[in-house]
């Protein structure tokens, strides 16, 4: 119950039905905050409990200064969790270890439940392995429950075991648009201690993309799996009251350009004005032109511009989508209703407060793609091509080299260099949008009419984001013109987005790797980072679905789109991009005339319940989980080994090695890949050893229940460079515990400093971590035996990662980095300081002695909650000894 200080407790009637809820206005300066901070003051409101919550807690959000750096922690209790499957089977996996170890403890298995709704979406496992035939889709999903059956078994214990906990199975869609289209509540009614309350939707999610769902007005970011288990537990979000950016919006889009153009460049304005840990909030006249599709594309791409969250108000639109999307009316009726009630619904002349200030005109939005590395690095598609040119330098030496490729099937074609050798439309990002995702429908029937055809070499694959997708392009007709292009339906998931591409054509596969060529992915993602899409494909370009298909057509990146012909017609006549491009009018007439609330109805009615495979698959039952020691896919991990009730006292690191020196961008894909796993590699010939053909590895993502698979895996993307091992790509170091240092893997140097009892460091530069909420990037760096990473500057996802597993992270002083220190990563290192966390308080800076070189490193433990979470060695294992003592 809540302390209810400021007597805020009150009701709403909606529609004959009374909810509680907890007023606003009562606290000062309310009226004036942003819509994100009113959102996290009602949660502050609800919760109180004069402990982790107060009254003084309250009046600070309230009195929020936007000028101010964040100093205040507060505590924010998400209103559910949702997960996909790469990250949340080890969420499971731990619950179900965390079961066994308080038993162990002589506490009470049953303790370890959801307290809040958690959801999960399976969308991550799906892997475009044929493509180009009408059965590529059953086949892909025939071989994904093949590869995973394991998982998929374990997750209907998990459902069974646990309450509140629910699956939406395979072959249903992508976790994001899922939650937009369905699961996501806007104003969640639920009965608290029977009483029926009304408050703001909020969430936290296991994928960096959850802010998608800030679209549509709901608070909502990515975390670790390791934090999401807390919240699920009944744990508060431990956070700094933030900065909020707003970002002013007016116009609206010009004819020719794209919801991806625009997101393409508020990634690239937001990236440079440096939001990393802010709140982005948009206002303004431009919002209401803004369609609540786009809005989520913009929301989506908030962890490649590296905000917290990049949040639209409650409008019109918000509930026109609702109705759209089949919500009962009255759930739209109680989020009209209550938004309007607490000042949430959005007002075109209010200017709240903000921290910082951004403006962008709509009108002045035109095509663009981003690559070849990163989303942020975006390129007007009329210097596309040139850009490409300056780029390709970079990953080979001779840019005009061709090799001669013939096909099963007796087409012969000289393979150029920057061939387009995958072009997927894929993504959340994207395709949850109608009007982009019809654009490409339209384009392919005017690329058909006349006369086109892929090339030859190009991969093509349609993987959208729910049922309802290929529903409307089945009632508009345009799945057959993208069929006959190739882009058939080869999954409901994220597939080419996660990694998942599956192979190139074989022979293209067989010429790239003979001859080294570099060769590019087209795609409609939001991630295009070194080595994900493929480990054939060098360069990576993100595009709206329509540009996707053009490429397709054309075959190469280094075409000027704008001005030079795709291929030539059935007519013999040149075709170019403006000649089937198709116009804004176009599109919104399809849009509006294939698209209803019925689709959404009845592809959701009965969304938990799965296919007859799914619904066949042998469950396990039981409180505990049975674990076959034989299994690849499923391991109880050591989290929790000989853990003592009461956590230790931290300790200075002395005498540490450096495992890996790492330069600017590293991401999560670089510390813990999501794709294939290499038959020479140390998780390769792990599974070799237990009985796993080549065939049947999957990918490291599908393998993150398995511990032995991820610490083999860390490290191991086979685009990372380590400084220390140089002349080498990929995961490799350099072992000092023998004469020399001689490179080897990481995995086996790691052994080798374990078996010394030698503690490791990182070292690594800007931006470590950015990328996705991979939570075994942290638990694969701790279980290699690091103890300590210092970068220049952090990703916050992957920050409160590493203390979530135990590792210190600390930051170089200002303006330094590794090198300009003088450091090789060759010296022995010693950390005095740490054990100043004893006494309840963290110290502003650890001393750093590596060899003759010394300075005063910056500690990035930057709240209490952090703090306590290291004391206690990781996040799992105070969570644990607090569900001991509750």
């Known amino acids: 119950m809540s302390t209810n200080s400021f007597d805020a407790r009150t009701t709403l009637e909606v529609s004959g039905t009374t909810y509680e809820i907890f007023d606003l206005h009562k606290v000062e300066g309310a009226d004036t905050l942003p819509f994100s901070l009113k959102v996290l003051l009602e949660n502050l409101l609800r919760t109180e409990d004069g402990a982790n919550i107060t009254a003084d807690d309250i009046r600070a959000l309230g009195a929020w200064d936007p000028s101010d750096e964040p100093n205040r922690e507060i505590q924010f209790t998400p209103a559910r969790v949702i997960m996909q499957d790469f990250t949340g089977v080890p969420c499971v996996v731990d619950l179900a270890t965390m079961r066994e170890a308080i038993a ?50 374990f997750l209907r214990w998990g459902q069974g075991a646990f309450d509140d906990f629910v699956v939406v199975p395979p072959g249903t869609g992508i976790v994001h648009q899922v939650n937009i289209e369905h699961l996501a509540r806007v104003i969640f009614p639920r009965e608290v201690n029977g009483v029926l309350q009304a408050y703001p939707d909020t969430c936290v999610g296991t994928d960096s993309h959850t802010t998608m769902v800030n679209g549509l007005g709901v608070v909502g970011w990515g975390v670790g799996g390791i934090e999401a288990e807390a919240a699920m537990l009944g744990q508060p979000v431990s956070m700094l009251i933030p900065r909020v950016v707003g970002f002013k919006l007016s116009g609206k889009l010009p004819e020719g350009a794209t919801a991806t153009d625009l997101v393409l460049t508020i990634t690239e304005m937001l990236r440079e004005h440096k939001v990393v840990g802010k709140f982005v909030e948009f206002f303004g006249p431009g919002v209401s032109q803004v369609p609540l599709a786009n809005r989520a594309t913009i929301g989506n791409m908030s ?33 009209e209703a209550y938004a309007k009630a607490q000042g949430l619904w959005h007002d075109d002349d209010a200017e709240p407060r903000y921290s910082e200030y951004l403006e962008l005109d709509l009108g002045t939005i035109v095509p663009s793609i981003a690559g070849p590395k990163r989303p942020q690095d975006r390129i007007i598609l009329a210097e596309a091509a040139d850009a490409f040119g300056q780029a390709i330098g970079s990953y080979t030496d001779d840019a005009s080299k061709a090799v001669h490729v013939t096909l099963a099937d007796g087409a012969d074609f000289d393979l150029p260099t920057g061939a387009v050798t995958i072009a997927a439309i894929t993504s959340c990002t994207n395709t949850s949008n109608p009007s982009v995702m019809i654009g490409a429908g339209l384009l392919a029937k005017k690329a058909v009419e006349k006369g086109l055809s892929r090339k030859p070499w190009v991969k093509t694959s349609l993987a959208p984001g729910s049922k309802v997708v290929t529903d409307y392009y089945a009632r508009a007709g345009l799945d057959t013109y993208l069929a006959k292009l190739d882009f058939d339906l080869v999954g409901y998931g994220c597939t080419t987005c996660i990694g998942n591409s599956g192979p190139l054509i074989p022979e293209v596969s067989a010429a790239v ?18 080595g994900r899409i493929n480990p054939d494909v060098k360069m990576n370009y993100l595009a709206s679905p329509p540009l996707v298909v053009a490429y397709a057509l054309a075959g190469r990146m280094d075409i000027d789109l704008l001005n030079e012909p795709l291929g030539e017609g059935s007519d013999g006549e040149p075709v170019y991009l403006r000649d089937i491009w198709p116009s804004t009018e176009e599109v919104e007439q399809v849009v509006n005339s294939s698209i209803s609330s019925d689709m959404f109805s009845s592809r959701y009615a009965d969304v938990f319940a799965g ?172 279980l290699l035996g690091v103890k300590v990473v210092i970068a220049e500057s952090y990703e916050r996802i992957h920050r409160s990662n590493l203390i979530g597993m135990g590792v210190l992270p600390l930051q170089f002083p200002e303006g330094e980095n590794a090198d300009s220190l003088g450091l090789t ?59 001991l003592t509750s």
């Open 513 to 530: 790797n003979s001859a080294d060529l570099a060769v590019t992915s087209v795609l409609s993602g939001n991630r295009n980072f070194e």
């Open 611 to 782: 296919d007859d495979t799914w619904r066949s698959l042998p469950t396990p039952t039981g409180e505990v989980f049975e674990w076959d020691g034989d299994s690849t896919y499923v391991r109880k991990p050591p989290y929790f080994d000989n853990m003592p009730a009461q956590p230790a006292p931290v300790t200075d690191v002395a005498d540490a090695r450096v495992l890996l020196k790492l330069g600017d961008s590293v991401t999560t894909d670089h510390i813990s890949p999501a794709g294939s796993i290499k038959a020479d590699s140390p998780a390769g010939k792990y599974l070799t050893e237990h009985g796993v053909e080549r065939k049947d590895f999957n990918s490291y993502g599908s393998r993150r229940g398995n511990h032995e698979v991820m610490i083999r895996g860390t490290f191991a993307n086979i685009r990372l460079r380590n400084q220390i091992a140089p002349g080498t790509e990929g995961g490799f170091t350099r072992d000092f515990t023998a004469a020399d240092g001689p490179v080897t893997t990481v995995y086996d140097a790691a052994q080798n400093y374990a078996a010394a009892g030698t503690p490791l460091v990182v070292l690594a530069g800007k931006e470590y971590g950015s990328g996705s909420s991979r939570d075994w990037a942290a638990k694969g760096t701790a």
């Open 825 to 883: 990563g060759e010296e022995t290192f010693t950390f005095t300081g740490i054990e100043e966390l004893n006494d309840g308080t963290t110290p502003k800076t650890v001393h750093v002695k590596a060899d003759d070189i010394e300075f005063d490193a910056i500690v990035r433990i930057d709240t209490p909650g952090e703090a306590d979470y290291y004391r206690n060695g990781g996040i799992m294992q105070y969570v644990l000894r607090s569900l």
């Open 104 to 153: 162990e403890l002589g506490g009470d298995p049953a303790k370890v439940n959801p307290l809040s709704p958690a959801e999960m979406v399976i969308d991550h496992s799906v892997v475009a392995d044929l493509f180009g035939t009408p059965d590529a889709f059953a086949r892909n999903v025939e071989l994904e429950y093949q590869r995973n059956r394991e998982r998929y078994q």
């Open 303 to 335: 962890p490649e511009y590296g905000s917290t969250i990049a949040i639209f108000p409650i409008d019109s639109k918000t509930t026109d989508y609702l109705r759209l999307t089949g919500r009962d009316e009255q759930q739209i009726a109680l989020v």
